[in-house]
Every structure is written in C-alpha cells, then in structure tokens.
Nanobody, 126 residues
Framework: QVQLVESGGGLVQAGGSLRLSCAAS????????MAWFRQAPGQEREFVAL????????YYADSVKGRFAISRDNAKKTVYLQMNSLKPEDTAVYYC???????????????????WGQGTQVTVSS
C-alpha cells in the first residue's frame, strides 16, 4: 500500500520561507517521478514542481521558478519543496504526488500521477 505523508505547512508572512516534506512508503521511490501540486479554494489543482527519477533533473511552473526548489532523498524516500520569497498568491493546499516508475515523457499533469498525499495547508499573509 502506497502512502505519501506531507508535513511542513503553516502560516507565514509574505517574503518568508517554508520547507515542505513528503515521506513515501510502499513504492520503490528512486524510479518514480515525484511532484508537488497545489490547489487554492475555487481553483483547479495546478502543477508546481517535479523531481525526475533521472538524477538531478527538476522542472518548475513559471509562477514559482527562481523561488521554489524541489529535491529528493532516495535513501529516505522523501521529497522536499523549499519555498522562498513567498507571496499571498502561493496560499493553497500543497499535495505531494508520485508518478509511475520510469514514466516518459516526464509528467506534469495531475492525471499522470497515481498516488497522492493528503495535502498540507500553506497560508501566506500580506
């Protein structure tokens, strides 16, 4: 049984930083693309960042490029999202997602991810 458990959300002022973590179990992990998505109230879930199963390859939504950094620790089966220079528009529930092993081309849409965490709330005050 695959489980993804997020942590690290909270309330922060604009310009501040947060680090999200997602601990995975029940999957190989090193061969799975891992991603972060977010969903604000009344909006669709949107892609934020991807860490490929290919070593060191990452991909970001334009809205977070240069501010957010995704990383993964395959030994710990954990993926991280370091969020800097946070803006009120970053407020959302953030979800961790795991894709299919060795999936190509690299996925960035929600439908291509099989496993999801329960989400963690990030609130950025102005």
């Amino acid at each position: 049984q695959v489980q993804l458990v997020e942590s690290g959300g909270g309330l922060v002022q604009a310009g501040g930083s947060l680090r999200l973590s997602c601990a995975a179990s029940g999957l190989t992990f090193s061969s799975n693309p891992m991603a972060w998505f977010r969903q604000a109230p009344g909006q669709e879930r949107e892609f934020v960042a991807l860490a490929s199963w290919r070593s060191g390859f990452t991909y970001y939504a334009d809205s977070v490029k240069g501010r957010f950094a995704i990383s993964r620790d395959n030994a710990k089966k954990t993926v991280y999202l370091q969020m800097n220079s946070l803006k009120p528009e970053d407020t959302a529930v953030y979800y961790c997602a795991a894709g299919r092993a060795y999936d190509t081309p690299l996925p960035t849409t929600a439908s291509r991810f099989d496993y999801w965490g329960q989400g963690t709330q990030v609130t950025v005050s102005s």
